[in-house]
């Protein structure tokens, strides 16, 4: 009988490896150091929040590491890695701070793709009585000094092209349903923001789309965003796609225009996702009924919850208005230096050549 032996690819340590990846590393640097002169010259100040915390978020799909903390005294209690420093950036905003922004190492289980690693690196920034307009506007100059530094003045992400230099689209979620999907998305939502969930059921089946009898209508808009929606962003130029449906936005708050939607958007590149931004939620009674909701969702989903970070909820009350982004840093060096995948713009990656 012959052997067949299986290959496995070198390590990201092994020298000739390293001098392969050393140009996409050397490239993310420079558009890191391009980034914090940006924020600088912006009067923001860097901030380093701790990656433990009470609760690492409370979002339905999310997915943390937990640990334990054993005290001295023999008590112990649960910790989690943050899957965003969201919580502790916005405690600082109730404490006085107007302008700030991090480069945090954040911790997502469940997630590995080329485009996904389980610890990566988040850009995370905030504006103090700012619209969440001026992070489109933010974002748009991000990509330009992204490409400058990199060296990439052309984004390529699997047979995709996008010009950084050219100012992004901004579509709205119901237009691009419209446009990709031949759905009317806000027809399935009440002027409260509560969703219909056989209406879009309707839609969907009539575009031929597969459903679910347990699909709920967050799962029927997740898939046509993922199937219709997003392959066609970022095509040319960048998108923001903007003014999700208040379901898909836990922690932004409502339109003034349109209780429909939401202030939120997401940044496109080569239909890779690179930022999520709102105009955030600042009523700590409506947060915790946004997290209660959502944390229902994940125990029937899932099986398990996590805590809410009652610390965080009563910063809320004191918290100014603000708008805040976080943005896949690891993404935006991956398109910036030409690489194709996320662990070849990463110094020491958790996982290696998947």
């Known amino acids: 009988m012959r052997n067949i032996s299986t290959s496995r ?25 391009a980034l914090r002169g940006f924020f600088t010259a912006g009067d923001f100040i860097e901030v380093d929040t701790a990656a433990l915390q009470v609760s690492p978020g409370n979002e339905t799909h999310l997915h943390a590491f937990t640990t334990r903390y054993d005290a ?31 480069f945090a190492h ?6 590995k793709s080329p485009t996904h690693q ?27 000094i992204a490409a400058e530094a990199g060296g990439e003045t052309m984004f390529r992400f699997r047979g995709m092209e996008c010009d950084p230099l050219v100012e992004p689209e901004r579509l709205t979620v119901a237009n691009a349903f419209a446009r990709f999907a031949g759905m009317d998305l806000l027809s399935t939502i009440a002027t409260d923001g509560e969703t219909d969930r056989n209406a879009l059921l309707a839609l969907v089946q009539d575009a031929g789309m597969r459903t679910a009898d347990d699909d ?27 003014e999700y449906p208040t379901a898909e936005a836990a922690l932004a708050r409502k339109s003034p225009r349109d209780g429909r939607v939401a202030e939120r958007f ?42 809410l970070d009652e610390d965080f909820l009563s910063a809320l009350a004191i918290m100014p208005e603000a708008s805040g982004a976080a943005l896949g840093f690891d993404r935006l060096a991956m398109l910036a230096s030409g690489a194709v995948r996320l662990d070849q713009v990463m110094w020491a990656p958790m996982r290696w050549g998947m």
Not at 18 to 26: C, E, K, S, Y
Not at 218 to 237: A, N, T, Y
Not at 269 to 277: D, M, P, Q
Request: hydrophobic content about 35%; proline content about 6%.
């Open 72 to 102: 001295p005294d023999g008590s112990s209690e649960a910790y989690h890695l943050h899957t965003s420093p969201e919580f502790a950036c916005k405690k600082l905003l109730a404490a006085g701070e107007s302008r700030l922004y991090t």
């Open 216 to 242: 709920t209508w967050s799962d029927l808009f997740s898939r046509v965003l993922v199937e219709k929606v997003e392959p066609h962003l970022g095509e040319g130029r960048a998108t923001i796609l903007c």
């Open 106 to 111: 954040v911790y997502r289980n469940r997630e």
């Open 118 to 144: 389980p610890e990566f690196t988040m850009l995370e920034w905030y504006r103090a009585r700012e619209t969440y307009e001026a992070l489109m506007d933010d974002c748009a100059a991000m990509l330009r």
């Open 266 to 307: 997401e940044l496109y590149a080569c239909g890779v996702e690179l930022a999520n931004a709102f105009g955030e939620l600042t009523d700590p009674d409506e947060q915790r009924r946004r997290f209660e909701h959502e944390m229902a969702e994940k125990a029937r989903i899932y099986g398990e919850t996590y805590p």
């Open 9 to 33: 690819p070198s390590p990201w340590w092994h020298p000739d490896v390293h001098a392969d990846r050393r140009p996409f590393l050397l490239a993310r640097n420079r558009v890191q150091q």
